[in-house]
T-cell receptor, first 111, second 118 residues
Framework: GESVGLHLPTLSVQEGDNSIINCAYS??????FIWYKQESGKGPQFIID?????DKRQGQRVTVLLNKTVKHLSLQIAATQPGDSAVYFC??????????FGKGTMLLVSP | ETGVTQTPRHLVMGMTNKKSLKCEQH?????MYWYKQSAKKPLELMFV???????ENNSVPSRFSPECPNSSHLFLHLHTLQPEDSALYLC?????????????????FGPGTRLTVL
């Protein structure tokens, strides 16, 4: 079946670096995407979303890029901080009320 | 922190036990969700309730029985579970379900219950 997946299970960066986390999706009908952050011992937390009529959306220190041609989504975190260490995963929606989630990428930020 | 609380945070049970997970949201939302998060699989939706009515059952085995007495409370009753049911069970709530998703209808997650089935 169609699914959302992540390319890298673990990403290690130095504090202050920019981080890029990637996500591939296969459902061409998906038109809404969300990035979540999940810290240890906590539930997922909404970070930023994007609709398929956009290819870029910026938040505070985060940017989501959507490439519909290759069905690719990325999350860029500027000036990564130790508090950014967490699992990040994407989710897609194709018009119904439910989301399909990716497996997640662990981001490790070293001081 | 998120306005969604779950109890207990950790639960160990045998395969013949009966236990219940509880979720409560203090956000005035009308939709509540149960998710399963396993180590080797993506987050999986189990059940959706909207205005206390179950609107989605994602082919979940009958050994998991949800209950939603009101829009603020959601339970997951467990009986005769298997070791492969060990996972983190997450509850979430949103303003409503069944409409086009957006940040307006963002789902807020609780911290989860870590379940171990022996």
């Amino acid at each position: 079946g169609e699914s959302v997946g992540l390319h890298l299970p673990t990403l290690s960066v130095q504090e202050g670096d920019n981080s890029i986390i990637n996500c591939a999706y296969s459902n061409s009908a998906s038109d809404y995407f969300i990035w979540y952050k999940q810290e240890s011992g906590k539930g997922p937390q909404f970070i930023i979303d994007i609709r398929s009529n956009m290819d870029k959306r910026q938040g505070q220190r985060v940017t989501v890029l959507l490439n519909k041609t290759v069905k690719h989504l990325s999350l860029q975190i500027a000036a990564t901080q130790p508090g950014d260490s967490a699992v990040y995963f994407c989710a897609e929606n194709s018009g119904y009320s439910t989301l399909t989630f990716g497996k997640g990428t662990m981001l490790l930020v070293s001081p | 922190e998120t306005g969604v609380t779950q109890t207990p945070r950790h639960l160990v049970m045998g395969m013949t036990n009966k236990k219940s997970l509880k979720c409560e949201q203090h956000l005035g939302h009308n939709a509540m969700y149960w998710y399963k998060q396993s180590a080797k699989k993506p987050l999986e939706l189990m059940f959706v309730y909207n205005f206390k009515e179950q609107t989605e059952n994602n082919s979940v085995p009958s050994r998991f029985s949800p209950e939603c007495p009101n829009s603020s409370h959601l339970f997951l009753h467990l009986h005769t579970l298997q070791p492969e049911d060990s996972a983190l069970y997450l509850c979430a709530s949103s303003r409503t379900s069944g409409i086009r998703l957006s940040s307006y209808n963002e789902q807020f997650f609780g911290p989860g219950t870590r379940l171990t089935v022996l």
